[in-house]
T-cell receptor, first 116, second 109 residues
Framework: GAVVSQHPSRVICKSGTSVKIECRSL??????MFWYRQFPKQSLMLMAT?????????EQGVEKDKFLINHASLTLSTLTVTSAHPEDSSFYIC????????????FGPGTRLTVL | GIQVEQSPPDLILQEGANSTLRCNFS?????LQWFHQNPWGQLINLFY???GTKQNGRLSATTVATERYSLLYISSSQTTDSGVYFC???????????FGKGITLSVRP
């Protein structure tokens, strides 16, 4: 199997607070994980690539100080939205790359963030 | 960067009908995946298919890499097939997926 979990599935927070989202590969090791953001009725937008034991690589236009990524182990990556504002409200999805000779990605169920 | 175009953008089917979803891409690819995003937002892997043809139950997919397109076939559609279907590709040495805009499928009972 290739199961990826995310926690929490839904979070509501006040403006100015920080929120941490966890992404775990449950039955395989993932040296590389990815974080995406999806707005309503739109496609997925890659935010950053997270590599175990090294700094994340951010896509152009994504603030690295606002979206902190930590990939501390082969099965866990975290995304922290710092000093959240209403415009950060979105659906955040992670994926983990399973290296089986080809680079297939498996996705978590997503986290819906609402900033009041 | 590579362009990924999916068509049609929206599709409405009567239960039991067949359909073909198309994905065109502008450059050669190392990886192509089809996903189904269900109404709760979960992306479900349908096919890993950089080339050739694969079948899984009522679904099948064909990628013609030399002509830069992939097709997803859904036969005998069911209401549970409703949702958004995404095609995504990887080019070059990195593992970053580039997604199309998706095809919204509604299957009516």
């Amino acid at each position: 199997g290739a199961v990826v979990s995310q926690h929490p599935s839904r979070v509501i927070c006040k403006s100015g607070t920080s929120v941490k989202i966890e992404c775990r590969s449950l039955d395989f090791q993932a040296t590389t994980m990815f974080w995406y953001r999806q707005f309503p009725k739109q496609s997925l937008m890659l935010m950053a690539t997270s590599n175990e034991g090294s700094k994340a690589t951010y896509e152009q236009g994504v603030e690295k100080d606002k979206f902190l990524i930590n990939h501390a182990s082969l099965t866990l990556s975290t995304l922290t939205v710092t000093s959240a504002h209403p415009e950060d409200s979105s659906f955040y999805i992670c994926s983990a790359e399973k290296r089986t000779g080809w680079n297939e990605q498996f996705f978590g169920p997503g986290t819906r963030l609402t900033v009041l | 960067g590579i362009q990924v175009e999916q068509s049609p953008p929206d599709l409405i089917l009567q239960e039991g009908a067949n359909s073909t979803l198309r994905c065109n891409f502008s450059d050669s690819v190392n990886n192509l995946q089809w996903f189904h995003q269900n109404p709760w937002g979960q992306l479900i892997n349908l096919f890993y298919i950089p080339s050739g043809t694969k079948q899984n139950g009522r679904l099948s997919a064909t990628t013609v890499a030399t002509e830069r397109y992939s097709l997803l076939y859904i036969s005998s559609s069911q209401t549970t097939d409703s949702g958004v279907y995404f095609c995504a590709v990887i080019t070059g040495a990195n593992s970053k997926l580039t997604f199309g805009k998706g095809i919204t499928l509604s299957v009516r009972p």
